[in-house]
């Protein structure tokens, strides 16, 4: 939306002693009003404050945050079919060797996890 | 699309560059500040909003789009912190027959010294004050700020014939309490204008 800056649009209403009285004592009431600076200070103390107890929210933190959330997602996703993989026809020594690769890869899918988060 | 100055500001506030910010507070705090105060006719409560505004732009700049001036954005978040304030604190309850009483009361010649004008401004501002908070915010935005008719309504996210109806009627409020009692004069007002 364009959204310039503009003076009021008096020819919208007609101008008159109303018009002019409230432009007039607005502007005189505020015109020379500026907020005191410990305003920006305590926004930046706020701001600090949050960055310590909340995540970062930084480009480089947000991608390690998607990565962490996809790898999750993954994770969750092999266990299905690893229930599949654990038929009773295949050989014990087979399904040993599946278990356990599977086993090591959610270890270490884990591990990762945990370390980004 | 080439991004605007308020928009190279946001995309290095997404990167968390508060400098950034400060930038944007400087730029945009005065106007910020003043409708704020205009419409609370508080200080504290003007400076609150104002470092609220500025914590909401920290907080959904990724929601801001970068190709657009901030300004329409940040004065809508002002007016809508204003509401809150105003329904928190409920100060909005100023009877306007204290106003008229004053008018009344006060001398009927034309205010030629400065105290004269300073009690014809407050008699003014609290005739404004005395408005509901709908038509005080249009009458802020409309005559302090300058905004035409379709920017106050993206503004309050309501449609144009409803802020010139708000107008209409705060204009005409206004006018018949203040006219009414025939302290202010057509004469008074070209001795500000």
């Known amino acids: 939306m364009s959204f310039p800056r503009t003076q009021p649009k008096m020819e919208e209403q007609p101008l008159d002693e ?6 007039w004592a607005l502007l005189d009431a505020v015109a020379s009003e500026e907020p005191s600076p410990q305003v920006w200070q305590d926004i ?4 600090m404050r949050r960055s310590r107890t909340m995540p970062s929210q930084s480009g480089g933190e947000r991608s390690w945050r998607q990565f962490a959330s996809a790898l999750k997602d993954w994770t969750l996703g092999i266990l299905t079919p690893s229930e599949a993989n654990w038929d009773p026809r295949l050989a014990s020594r087979e399904r040993s060797y599946l278990i356990w690769r599977e086993n090591l890869s959610l270890l270490v899918m884990s591990m990762a996890v945990r370390m980004v988060y | 699309m080439s991004l605007s100055e308020d928009g190279q500001l946001i995309s290095q506030i997404r990167k968390g560059n508060i400098l950034a910010l400060e930038v944007l507070y400087e730029k945009y705090k005065g106007q910020v500040y003043r409708t704020a105060l205009a419409i609370t006719r508080d200080r504290v409560a003007a400076e609150d909003i104002l470092q609220d505004c500025f914590l909401k732009v920290y907080t959904h700049v990724d929601k801001l789009d970068g190709s657009l001036p901030l300004s ?21 309850l100023i009877p306007l027959e204290g106003v008229i009483d004053h008018l009344v009361a006060g001398t009927r010649t034309l205010p030629e010294s400065t105290f004269e004008r300073g009690e014809v401004q407050h008699v003014i501002q609290k005739a ?17 700020d300058g905004f035409s008719l379709n920017e106050i309504a993206y503004i309050l996210d309501c449609p144009v014939g409803t802020v010139k109806s708000r107008l209409h009627y705060a204009r005409q409020n206004l006018r018949r309490k203040l006219e009414r009692d025939r302290h202010l004069s057509p004469e008074v007002v070209y001795e500000f204008s």
């Open chain 2, 128 to 144: 404004i004050a005395s408005l509901s908070f709908e038509h005080r915010v249009v009458i802020v935005l409309f005559y302090l």
């Open chain 1, 18 to 23: 109303i018009d002019q009285l409230i432009r």
């Open chain 2, 72 to 92: 329409p954005w940040l004065y809508r978040v002002a007016v809508n912190l204003s509401y809150n304030w105003a329904s928190a604190s409920r100060r909005w």
């Open chain 1, 44 to 47: 930046k103390a706020r701001l």
